[in-house]
Every structure is written in C-alpha cells, then in structure tokens.
C-alpha cells in the first residue's frame, strides 16, 4: 500500500526516528548535545541539508547513473552542508564556534546518505521532501532532547536561545549539577540509556 | 606555537582519543565491534587510510585551496580526496597485496564515510598544524581509534554471552559501555 505524504513525514518523528529507531549519525548526536541550543542548531542545520539534498536528488534521480550514484550524492550533500556553514558562519557566529568541527562533518552524517539512496533516489520529489523533513525534525527533537537533559542534570540549567537561561537551583535548591553528564563519558551513557528508554516503551 | 611531537602523539592516542573524546566515527564502532575480527580489519582499515588522507588533504588545502582562495570549498575538496582515495586505495590493494585487500573487505569502501577521516583531516587544519605535525596527529588520531575499537571487541564479546534485560539489548548496552571506556580514558585527562 503506498504511503500518503503524511505518513511519510510522520514515520521520522516516531517509527523511525534518528537516531534511536535508525542508529546513525551518532557522532554529532553524542558531540553537540552538552546544551539543548546546540543540539537544536545542530538538528536544524542538519535539516536544511537532509530537505534540500533529497530534492535534489529526486530531481535527478533518473539521470544519475547507479554505478557512480554514492560519488554523486555526496557532492551533492557536500554542496549544501558548505551553503549551511556559510550560512551560520554569517548568522549565527557563537553556535558556529562551538559545533566547531561537526558542521563540516554533516557530509560524512550517515542519515543524509542513507536517505538518500534509500528514499530520495527512489522517490519523487514531494515524497523526497516529506520523508527529508520527518526524518530531519525528529533528528533535531532527539538531539534538543538528548540536549536538554544533559544540560539540566549536569549543569543545572537551560538555556533557551541566546541569554534565555533558567536555573534549576532556584525550583530545587538542594539540586547539585551532575557534572558527569556533560563530559564524554556521560554523553554515551545518557544515549544508551534513552535508547533503553525507548525500546522499553517501543517494543511489547 | 606547535608542541612536541611526544606530547602530540600522548594527546592524541589518549587525551583527545577520536572516538571517546571528540565522539568521531561512531557509527561504524558501533557497527562493527561486534566480532574480534571484524574490529581488527576495520581499525586497519582506518590507520591506513587516514594517515593517507591526512597528509594529502593538508597538501590539497596549503597548495591549492588557500592560494587560489578557495578556502570554503574545503569541505567539498575534502571529502572528495577521501573519496578518491578510497577508490584508488581499493583498487592498489587488489591488485598488489590480495591478502591485505582480503583481509579489510567491506570496510575499504565503508570508509569514505566515517566521520573519523574527514574530522582528522579538518581538525588538523584548524589547528593550523604544519606538515610533519599533521602527519604524526594522523597517525596518532588512527592508532587511538584502533585501540578503542580493538578494546570495545574485546568488551562486548564477552557481553554477548551475558545475560542483559530485553530493552538494553544490542545497541544500548553497546553505548553503555563505550561510556564506561570513555570513563576510563576520561582518567588521561590533564596529563598532556
């Protein structure tokens, strides 16, 4: 039976939402998330590039040929992660600085590639643009999430945007930052955990 | 100012460790840690190539980007060197040393992917790293990833014959004790 459109976006916020249901892009997942504004920006930047790579690539998906389609998808995908990095180079110099090395490396983010091949070159462009959108804003809610919490338990506050911040301490005053959490270690131990979380409440 | 090539190679195989410090090339970790030997090939995989690809994208990036000031291209040159390399890497091996092409199979092509190679490769360059520097980073930044990948095999071999509740299965308790290396590592902190 052939999906609607709402259907296809919808599947990547919860079915098949990235990184817990398709285990890639982990790197940025477990590098960007010590604050919820990072993995937002982080999500969102991935976004952009995931949408317009899958138009792109549904456009010319009949006349790429399948033997060099890996090379051609990737300077694709390339093409607008560096339109992305001038972009926040631009608008947004403080998050640009400290997602520092992973904007670049949104080319080498195994869900663009994958969606690419198993949706984008299979797909047209509506479907493509759906599916890049589900997929790209359940990655930026895991992240903002994965974010969030990180940010509460190990530093004792949120940040909204900018200077928006609230501190834990003053709801709880007993409350003693977790600073653990925000180093590496705890960044994997938070996402297995998550994911724990998940497969719990996913699979009866 | 450029450190010592000592403190250099410490920091990068241990403080600064690829994957359990800077989170680089996780997917394929985790993908392929779970037999010994598929650990192996990969890490060789990856020492192999990144030493390559390091030298020569910092070659590509202070000859030819920065004096044509095309410096925001990097990404696109980047990955396509890599990419290319991988290519060239894969067809060299089959021809001239079958045993060693054998040996790292799948995990050749796999490569131009993992995040790890193009992050050693950018991160050399913002820290404005000159040749010989960037080479030894190279070879540290691949050795450090082996180390962590052939230690996580060695871990969840053992795991597999543990019993673990349902929901931690597979992928969750992988992360899990990638944390408690990542923990262990953590101890290097503060020595370079």
Request: hydrophobic letters at 55%.
């Given at each position: 039976m052939p999906k609607t459109l709402v259907q296809e976006f919808t599947k990547g916020l919860w079915e098949e939402i990235p990184p817990f249901r398709l285990v890639l892009g982990l790197c940025p997942t477990l590098g960007v998330t010590t604050s919820m504004e990072n993995g937002l920006g982080m999500g969102l930047?991935?976004?952009?590039?995931?949408?317009?790579?899958?138009?792109l690539i549904s456009m010319l998906r009949n006349i790429i040929p399948s033997k060099v389609r890996i090379a051609c998808f990737i300077i694709v995908i390339a093409t607008f992660v560096t339109v992305v990095e001038l972009l926040m180079q631009a608008y947004t110099y403080a998050l640009?600085?400290?997602l520092g090395v992973f904007i670049p490396l949104i080319v080498?983010?195994?869900i663009l590639l994958g969606r690419a091949e198993a949706f984008a070159c299979k797909n047209t462009m509506a479907y493509s643009i759906a599916d890049g959108l589900g997929i790209g804003i359940g990655y930026t809610l895991a992240l903002g999430a994965l974010g969030a919490i990180r940010e509460v338990l190990?530093?004792?506050?949120?940040?909204v945007w900018g200077d928006m911040s609230y501190g834990v301490a003053s709801v709880f005053p007993s409350f003693h930052p977790f600073g653990f959490l925000v180093q590496a270690p705890g960044a994997f131990i938070c996402l297995g955990l998550m994911l724990c979380i998940l497969n719990a409440i996913g699979k009866k | 100012m450029q450190t010592g090539y000592f403190e250099l190679i410490i920091s990068c195989i241990f403080v600064n460790n690829i994957l359990l410090a800077q989170f680089l090339g996780n997917c394929p970790f985790l993908g392929t840690s779970k037999k010994m030997e598929t650990a192996v090939g990969m890490a060789m995989a990856v020492v192999?190539?990144?030493?390559?690809?390091g030298a020569i994208t910092w070659v590509v990036y202070t000859f030819i980007l920065v004096p044509f000031d095309l410096v925001y291209l990097r990404t696109i040159s980047f990955i396509l060197v890599i990419a290319a390399l991988v290519q060239f890497v894969e067809m060299f091996l089959k021809k001239s040393i079958p045993a060693?092409?054998?040996g790292l199979g799948i995990f050749l092509p796999l490569i131009t992917t993992n995040c790890a190679v193009l992050g050693v490769c950018v991160l050399n360059i913002d820290k404005g790293m000159d040749f010989l520097h960037s080479l030894v980073a190279s070879v540290a930044y691949a050795l450090g990833y082996g180390l962590a990948l052939i230690l996580f095999a060695g871990l969840r071999e053992r795991i597999l014959l543990a019993r673990v509740p349902k929901p931690l299965q597979d992928t969750s308790i992988g992360l899990i004790t990638a944390g408690m290396i990542a923990l262990a590592f953590f101890a290097f902190q503060g020595m370079v």
């Open positions: 930047a991935t976004t952009f590039v995931l949408v317009f790579s899958n138009i640009f600085l400290r080498v983010n195994c190990g530093k004792g506050s949120l940040t | 192999f190539v990144l030493v390559l690809s060693l092409y054998a």
